[in-house]
């Protein structure tokens, strides 16, 4: 199994897994820069120092919603699917692997009892964030 693993259809990426044990020196940033929402990593020795900063405020167009699940707990199926909402294929998460979901349409099966964490843009526009549709069946998963 990979430790980082980009998910893409012609040339979209619809998502980026990072495994609980990927592990680098420095910092590396996984996403595009015309993502809404950023995702990186950082490494630093001990008493590396960040300097303290605030962000400026910039006016952003976000049009599509992307998130960021952390499981913290547990082991949890993630489908994806195609902007048609075609079922494409799946890949199984666990406890400490990060994925962002960036493009297509995505659905989750528990596997084993999970607690994760959830980040995405805001705020939450209820039924208008999104479309629901049947889930893929279990005898037609693809695990990659």
Known sequence: MEKFEQIEISGKILGCIIRSDF???GIAFFTPDSF???LGYMNRPTDYIIAPHV???VERKVELTQEVLIVRSGKVR???Y???KSYLESRII???DVVLLAHGGHGFK???HAEMIEVKQGPYCGEQDKV???PVDDSKVIIK
């Open 36 to 38: 809404s929402q950023q």
């Open 94 to 96: 666990n406890k400490g």
């Open 132 to 134: 629901r549709f049947e």
């Open 82 to 84: 195609d902007d048609g």
């Open 23 to 25: 592990k680098q020196d």
């Open 55 to 57: 962000h400026n405020l």
């Open 78 to 80: 993630v489908d994806f």
């Open 110 to 112: 528990v596997l084993e």
